[in-house]
Nanobody
Framework: QVQLVESGGGLVQAGGSLRLSCAAS????????VGWYRQAPGKQRELVAL???????KYADSVKGRFTISRDNAKNTVYLQMNTLKPEDTAVYYC?????????WGQGTQVTVSS
């Protein structure tokens, strides 16, 4: 059984920072790539950042230069460091593991940025 648990969300003022974590169990973590997605009410889910098993990263244009994705395979955990947060970053953030023909999703964590 694969389980992904996101944490670190909360309420922050515009310009502030948060660090999200996604802890995985039940898989060989290093064999998978990981993506962070977000979804605001009434909007489509969008890809924010991704990291491959080799550590290569890609970012959506809207967060490039502000967000950083990283992973610690020894801890089976992926992180999303979010700096200079804006109200438009408000959403539920989800982590997604992909590879070996499978896709796994966490339950999401709420991020709210006030103006």
């Amino acid at each position: 059984q694969v389980q992904l648990v996101e944490s670190g969300g909360g309420l922050v003022q515009a310009g502030g920072s948060l660090r999200l974590s996604c802890a995985a169990s039940g898989i060989i973590f290093s064999a998978y790539g990981v993506g962070w997605y977000r979804q605001a009410p009434g909007k489509q889910r969008e890809l924010v950042a991704l990291i491959g098993g080799d550590g290569n990263t890609k970012y959506a244009d809207s967060v490039k230069g502000r967000f950083t994705i990283s992973r610690d395979n020894a801890k089976n955990t992926v992180y999303l460091q979010m700096n200079t947060l804006k109200p438009e970053d408000t959403a539920v953030y989800y982590c997604n593991l992909f590879g070996r023909g499978y896709n796994y999703w966490g339950q999401g964590t709420q991020v709210t940025v006030s103006s």
